[in-house]
């Protein structure tokens, strides 16, 4: 005897795809208390505070998987300040040696992400 085959229908079917990628970071000034003028230009932005002023750079990062990690970089170096959060680095009170080029780096499993970069100058009060 021949065996009867059955008819099915398959009427859902999901599929969940994870998209993964390298972090996508940016840098922004998010708070001076100390009358920071910015000026944007076709280079970059540059960002004046007085010396002994706050000023408080966020690096904002988009990606999956999350970044394990968020790296301060100055003049191509990894800042010595870490004050703040994960995601941010508090300068208070400013020096003159925080003068120069800030960027961040996000890491997670797929690469580094590096930001734009903001010069920060400083001023005398």
Not at 32 to 48: D, I, K, L, Y
Not at 106 to 111: I, K, L, R
Request: one cysteine or more; aromatic letters at 6%.
């Amino acid at each position: 005897s021949v065996g009867h085959w059955k008819e099915s229908t398959i009427t859902d079917v999901s599929i969940l795809i994870h998209m993964y990628s390298v972090p996508k970071a940016r840098l922004t000034v998010v708070d001076s208390a100390s009358r920071a003028h910015t000026m944007s230009h076709s280079g970059g932005v540059n960002v004046e505070v007085e010396e002994g002023g706050e000023i408080i750079f966020k690096c904002g990062v988009k990606s999956r998987p999350p970044p394990y990690n968020i790296t301060f970089m100055i003049n191509g170096k990894v800042s010595p300040n870490t004050r703040g959060a994960r995601d941010t680095l508090r300068l208070h009170p400013v020096t003159r040696r925080d003068a120069g080029l800030y960027t961040c780096l996000a890491s997670n499993t797929e690469g580094d992400g590096h930001s734009n970069a903001i010069f920060l100058r400083i001023s005398r009060e």
